[in-house]
């Protein structure tokens, strides 16, 4: 009986432990990620811009740095600070360098209230160093102090790793989202004060065996896990075939070099001969140079979503706003009368685009209430330039649609039809001499919108002069569909075909 039982608590436990994400009987160090659900609103904020770097960034060759939105971050896991061991959740981010979590000392930033912050004084370990700091995102900033304690990762304990905290935090990204802080996995190269990143505390002091991380990603949004990473090794069971490995070009950022990228099998010419490629598991977009990413989304029919919407409301108006205008109806008062405008809050005509794109950048989309008096308005204008050239009602009509795709996207999404996916092109990174191809359903962001399914292309402009430039930033979208192991130790990254 006593055997018996042995056996079957043993059995038990093996089988326990062959699901536990953070086991490592095998010497790896498994953090699994959880997923948060993107919604329109947390797309429009995917924000990359190019500025020149800070002066706490220690990387001084570097002529430009760019900010980011982690309103829109998916995936984040969870670690602990501090003895006994304080959780937080926080994101795992390759596209930078520091560790970052609310301090109990953040008093009077709201979104410090809606999230763990860090005691000092309930661990054991913990030592003040207390030098100031502040970083700089895209929608604002973070300021605070750096300390030293323990920080837990799976099932090790990474002693001595500085860490920020932070007592002032921006209000929007950080309010709404599901996790606490950031842990960096960039390089010491960008580090805020040249704080040792923690994967390098973690080999330095024997806790792996191989120097590098894998990184993998799960795009079954109906699985709970989310991905996956794992220090000092990579799981088979996350990829097939061999990896492509390829050097780190420049250190600080995890940056290589792709080559040319290929549309239907067509080239876009412009990284015929080397662009360089940031690798960010803490966006979810692929930003890359404007005359790139413009043919990508002219070729999958992608469109800004106030030119998106500028034609729908001529497909919608159009006729009618003709007939008013050819039976004599003045032009001030045609949106009156088809009841877009009212009387008194009707806009004058040369200020109708500026509405409508200051209303969509403050609101994003759908838009608000004042858009399609600024459409109509701006459309009555056209129509009447069109007529004093005495053209066709079709011409006309026709002439006003290619004008709405001219309007300027302030967002920077562009937004598919989603019955289109199964007839789009694959578009292809050349990466190594070889070939990396996303299908529609990898690049194309499914977002839920109003009990209706709204699907957003995954490429945004991201203009980079030279010399750090042209730059490609592959995100969550090129990542999730390729397993990535960043090794360190031989300073390359290797990319191989993720599974699900």
Request: aromatic share 12%; with cysteine.
């Amino acid at each position: 009986m006593g055997i018996k039982f042995l056996l079957s608590a043993i059995f038990t436990w093996t089988w326990i432990n062959s699901w536990d994400l953070t086991a490592s009987s095998d010497g790896l160090v498994r953090i699994g990620l959880k997923r948060q659900t993107l919604d329109l609103k947390r797309i429009n904020a995917a924000m990359i811009m190019g500025v020149r770097p800070q002066s706490n960034v220690n990387d001084r060759e570097a002529d430009v740095i760019y900010l980011k939105n982690y309103l829109d971050t998916q995936y984040y896991g969870e670690i602990g600070i501090g003895s006994p061991s304080q959780s937080f959740s926080v994101v795992f981010d390759t596209g930078s360098s520091n560790l970052w979590v609310p301090s109990s000392k953040c008093l009077f930033s709201i979104p410090c209230h809606f999230h763990s912050k860090f005691r000092a004084r309930l661990s054991s370990t913990y030592t003040k160093i207390g030098i100031p700091c502040k970083i700089n995102y895209s929608s604002g900033s973070i300021s605070g102090f750096f300390s030293l304690d323990h920080v837990k990762v799976g099932d090790i304990d990474v002693k001595d790793q500085e860490f920020i905290e932070i007592t002032r935090e921006g209000f929007l990204p950080f309010l709404v989202a599901k996790y606490d802080g950031i842990l960096g996995l960039g390089f010491q190269e960008i580090s805020v004060e040249q704080a040792t990143p923690m994967w390098l505390n973690m080999v330095q002091q024997g806790h792996v065996s191989q120097k590098l991380f894998s990184l993998w990603l799960n795009r079954d949004l109906t699985s709970k896990l989310g991905g996956e990473i794992v220090f000092g090794g990579l799981d088979w069971r996350h990829f097939t075939g061999d990896h492509t490995y390829v050097p780190v070009t420049k250190s600080g950022y995890w940056q290589i070099e792709v080559g040319d990228i290929l549309v239907e099998n067509k080239s876009t010419g412009l990284c015929m001969n080397g662009c360089a490629a940031i690798l960010d598991s803490a966006t979810p977009i692929i930003a890359g140079p404007t005359e790139i990413v413009a043919q990508i989304n002219r070729a999958i029919g992608a469109e800004g979503i106030v030119s998106l919407e500028c034609k729908k409301f001529v497909f919608k108006y159009g006729y009618s706003l003709w007939d008013f205008l050819v039976s004599g109806v003045k032009p001030e008062i045609v949106c009156v009368d088809i009841g877009l405008c009212s009387y008194n809050g009707s806009q004058h005509v040369s200020g109708g685009l500026k509405t409508v794109v200051e209303n969509e950048t403050s609101q994003g989309s759908p838009m608000g209430e004042t858009a399609p008096c600024a459409f109509c308005e701006m459309i009555v204008f056209w129509i009447q330039v069109q007529l004093k050239q005495q053209k066709t009602k079709e011409k006309v009509l026709k002439h006003v649609t290619q004008l709405c795709e001219n309007l300027p996207n302030p967002i920077g999404k562009s937004f598919v039809n989603c019955d289109y996916l199964p007839i789009l092109p694959d578009v292809t990174f050349t990466i190594g001499n070889k070939a990396f191809p996303l299908t529609p359903e990898q690049y194309i962001l499914k977002v839920e919108e109003s009990c209706s399914t709204v699907c957003v292309s995954g490429f945004v402009a991201l203009d980079v002069p030279p010399p750090r430039g042209p730059l490609w930033v592959l995100g969550d979208t090129f990542l999730s569909a390729y397993h990535t192991v960043f090794d360190f130790g031989n300073l390359r990254v290797g990319f191989a075909k993720a599974t699900n």
